[in-house]
């Protein structure tokens, strides 16, 4: 199944309270933690005051959906903005202005999705992109892109990407057929799906849609891929890989974090809310105290405190969590102010 179809068929099935419009996307600023950038099926809002108050930020873009925001971590006032429609636009002044970013994204046209951007953390201008028709990359703060898919010939659709903290050279793709790994910052990927997707079926509506892959930071050889049909981990650095996360009652992950303050601590999102492993993905528990539905969309933990998390739903909003979330209190809806 096309993975953006299947995110469509999802918020379909999950708008079943529709309260508020679906928070797909859910940004929070590495240093000031009352700046929060959202986005919605429709538009883009930013909050200074911690959710109190929000401004729509989607003047000067085009109307295409947004998918994916990133911070320069560098320099925070710089926001990127990927979309499904319009390729890349990117902001100096927080938001305020956009311009768009599409030079070497031609093949980003209309019926494409730009789904995460990943940055260089020794040069913030160079950023690897991940969309539905490859991964491309720029070294000049997206003034130029260029493509990068030597080795990747089975497929074309790459969803997430997930780089090596330890080792930046080191990147892993997950994608509509399952994960490739380049070991020389995109110059050549290789097809690592040795427990993950049958050679076979690499091409086929059977292989494995993979939707979120991250590196641990604290033992680098291990990697998670979350896919629309269960977890799965590596210890090898994906020589191999082994389902994990059975006893989970839905096995359609949509987005995945890693505990950056807790090593082996995993929280997932999906259609039965929030869950969250201490063990590495060995058990699970269910952490949806306070949420009014289980629709979940995105999560996201804070930069300046690790014991606090914010979750995007699909209709009843925004909710916080200031005990890593074991509870969850509603934020005050979106709303532009004055």
């Known amino acids: 199944m096309n993975i953006f179809l299947a995110r469509l068929l999802l918020a379909a099935a999950l708008t079943g309270c529709n309260r508020s419009d679906p928070i797909v996307v859910l940004q929070l600023h590495p240093k000031n933690p009352d700046i929060i950038y959202v ?8 909050t200074r005051d911690g959710g109190q108050t929000w401004a729509n930020l989607s003047k000067g873009m085009s109307h295409s959906r947004v998918i994916t925001m990133a911070i320069d971590l560098a320099y925070p006032a710089t926001v990127y903005v990927g979309t499904k429609g319009d390729a890349v636009f990117k902001s100096h002044d ?3 202005v956009w311009r768009s970013m599409r030079s070497g994204l031609d093949d ?3 019926s494409s999705v730009v789904n995460q951007f990943v940055f ?12 539905t028709m490859g991964v491309f990359e720029t070294k000049n703060g997206g003034e130029n892109w260029s493509k990068k898919m030597d080795g ?4 074309l659709m790459v969803v997430t990407l997930g780089m090596d903290p330890t080792r930046p050279s080191i990147l892993y793709a997950g994608t509509s057929g399952g994960v490739y790994k380049s070991i020389d910052q995109a110059g050549h990927w290789e097809q690592v799906n040795n427990g993950l997707v049958p050679p076979d079926m690499v091409k086929t509506s059977r292989a494995l849609n ?9 033992e680098p050889d291990t990697v998670y891929a979350a896919t629309l049909a269960g977890l799965y981990k590596t210890t090898d650095a994906a020589k191999s890989w082994k389902r994990i996360g059975d006893s989970l009652q839905d096995q359609m992950i949509i987005s995945m974090i890693l505990d950056r303050a ?3 601590v995993i929280y997932i999102v999906g259609r039965e809310g929030v869950h969250r492993s201490e063990d590495g993905g060995g058990s699970w528990k269910s952490i949806n105290s306070g ?8 999560i996201a933990q804070s930069a300046t405190d690790p014991k606090i998390f914010y979750a995007g739903t699909n209709g009843s909003g925004l909710y916080h969590s200031q005990d890593a979330g074991n509870t969850w209190t509603p934020m005050p809806a979106l709303y532009v102010s004055n």
């Not at 986005?39 to 930013?46: E, F, M, Q, R």
């Not at 953390?121 to 950023?127: E, F, L, M, T």
């Not at 990747?152 to 497929?155: A, C, G, L």
């Not at 949420?291 to 995105?298: A, D, P």
């Open 39 to 46: 986005a919605t099926n429709d538009y883009i809002y930013k």
């Open 94 to 96: 927080g938001g305020q």
């Open 108 to 110: 980003v046209t209309i």
């Open 120 to 131: 260089d953390p020794a040069d913030s201008n160079h950023i690897f992109l991940a969309t």
């Open 152 to 155: 990747m010939k089975e497929v």
């Open 210 to 218: 993979v939707t979120s892959i991250l590196v641990d930071p604290y």
């Open 262 to 264: 807790r090593k082996g």
């Open 291 to 298: 949420f009014t539905t289980t629709n979940v969309r995105t």
